[in-house]
């Protein structure tokens, strides 16, 4: 049964073949049995859990369901859900429970899903590894020295472990394609604003993006069709025509144009990496597809654009964590300087440090111009890249990180070598994009390798048509790791 995917446990739960609180309680064990090795859950509720299969079972019943109601699923713990925790990974909120929820999981709660539990993140989705929990890091269910990837890794080590069909996740410069790399597991993230950001906890408001990372490209079309839509209580979410963003999985891939960036496939790039590149544009063109050089010029400035603007955000999004109203605060203090003080220095975790000092740094007086209005112009420069690149083809393919999984402990101690690693990711954020990671091979070593798809504007179900294609047409989906 956990091998299923979202489309199949839909057609059981509707045929009676099986109750949402028989699915649940088998992924609640699951997680019981396996989770104290990989960490991939922060908090889980059983109680709640099974109360709220019991409903969705009375709603299947009455025959009033959505087509995925009663199908279990997990939420990245940066969504606000109210009566559960909500610590963002931190400190700073480890007794803080929502009082209300989020737009996706008051969108995944309206279609009957289940939630099984809150999934362990970098602290305030500060990271590309998922050690920079408060809570410890998440194992990669592959290979537990391996780091799963971050901000998400939670969410894609529990997918890839079948301790969820479906999880939440969020991407600010990478955080839901890198981590379903590494994780073996498909991630989408949606073009900016499609989802809406309401209740999901800040880190760098113009960057930020929710989205479902699940096994198939199919999953994350039907779980894309739940989190979508407009909400007016976020300045950022567009209103549009809903849309069903399955529509387009069986078409041909005959004449579409496939975007290679040289920039991508440059010095650095690992052997392994390459190859599984190489081998999926390979199958695509056996599926009609045709290839074409595409050039992003401004690539290698994504690194420096990203690491000005998200932290100068994320000083800003993060003031409000002082110990007044709510989270933690520092039992011992003079007056209120020394609280405010004590309690972020208490509170949050040496990343979230740094990366709120640069973000003080380049927004302080003198520097404004020179970090902050420079890094902005370069974000417009990569947005540019991005529209002549699609002037020449459909979608652009490459690799999602320059490397498989590391090692846990590998890079934690120099943090440029860190964010490095998200040098093919960074720019999509950058320009508001959609982009994705399918599983596309194996290292030599045994660990997972994601081809990265990215799209115009929109083009959400073009992107997972094409991802759905290669999926029908290769394996490397539906392998799990032997738990």
């Known amino acids: 049964m956990t091998e299923a995917t979202l489309k199949q446990l839909s057609q059981q739960l509707a045929a009676k073949q099986v109750s ?29 859990t099974l109360a709220a299969a019991a409903a969705a079972d009375a709603r ?23 009566g559960w ?21 008051e969108q995944c709660e309206a279609a009957g899903m289940v939630t099984l539990g809150r999934t362990n993140m970098d602290e305030f989705a500060m990271g590309s590894s998922n050690e920079n929990s408060f809570y410890g890091a998440v194992k990669n269910p592959w290979d537990a020295a391996a780091i799963p990837g971050g901000s998400s ?13 479906v999880a939440t996740a969020t991407d600010t410069g990478g955080s839901i394609r890198q981590p379903a790399s590494h994780c073996g597991v498909t991630g989408l993230k949606p073009t900016y604003g499609a989802v809406s950001r309401y209740g999901m906890v800040a880190y760098a408001s113009s960057l930020d993006q929710g989205g479902p ?34 529509r387009e999985l069986n078409q041909s891939l005959s004449g579409l144009k496939v975007g290679l960036p040289r920039e991508y496939f440059a010095a650095g790039l690992d052997a392994d990496v390459a190859r599984a590149v190489d081998n999926a544009v390979a199958e695509l063109k056996k599926l009609g597809a045709e290839a074409v050089e595409v050039s992003l010029p401004n690539t290698e400035l994504s690194i420096p654009a990203y690491y000005v603007i998200a932290p100068a955000e994320a000083s800003t999004n993060l003031s409000r964590f002082d110990g007044v109203r709510y989270g933690h605060r520092a039992k011992d203090y003079k007056d209120l300087v020394d609280m405010y003080e004590k309690t972020r220095a208490e509170g949050f975790g040496d990343e979230v ?63 440029v070598q860190m964010y490095l690693s998200d040098i093919y990711t960074l720019s999509v954020n950058l ?36 991802a759905h294609q290669f999926q029908q047409a290769t394996d490397w989906h539906t392998r799990a790791p032997a738990l």
């Open 20 to 48: 949402s609180v028989e699915l649940a309680t088998q992924y609640l064990d699951r997680i019981e049995a396996l989770n104290p090795a990989l960490n991939a859950f922060i908090t889980v509720d059983r109680e709640k």
């Open 60 to 82: 299947l019943a009455a025959g009033n369901a959505h087509p995925l109601t009663g199908v279990p699923m997990a939420h990245k713990d940066i969504f606000c859900q109210q």
């Open 353 to 415: 440090k740094r990366r709120i000092l640069v973000g003080s740094y380049v927004l302080s007086h003198g520097y404004y111009d020179a970090y902050y209005l420079k890094a902005q112009k370069i974000r417009r420069l990569i947005a540019n890249d991005f529209k002549a690149a699609f002037e020449q083809c459909d979608v652009i393919l490459g690799p999602v990180a320059p490397t498989a999984a590391f090692n846990l402990g590998e890079k934690s101690g120099d943090p």
């Open 213 to 246: 990372i699940a096994k198939t490209a199919e999953d994350c079309a039907l779980m894309l069709n739940v989190m979508a839509g407009f909400d007016e209580r976020d300045s950022t979410s567009l209103e549009r025509p809903r849309e069903d963003y399955a």
């Open 431 to 466: 320009a508001g994009l959609p982009g994705m990671s399918v599983p596309a091979g194996f290292t030599a070593g045994g660990r997972p390798i994601g081809l990265q798809i990215i799209g115009n504007y929109f083009a959400e179900a073009r992107m997972l048509n094409v």
């Open 85 to 105: 925790k909500t610590s963002c990974g931190s400190r700073m909120l480890d007794n803080f429970i929502a009082p209300y929820s989020a737009h996706v999981v």
């Open 153 to 165: 890794g939670g969410s894609a080590a529990a997918v890839a472990a079948r301790l969820t069909p």
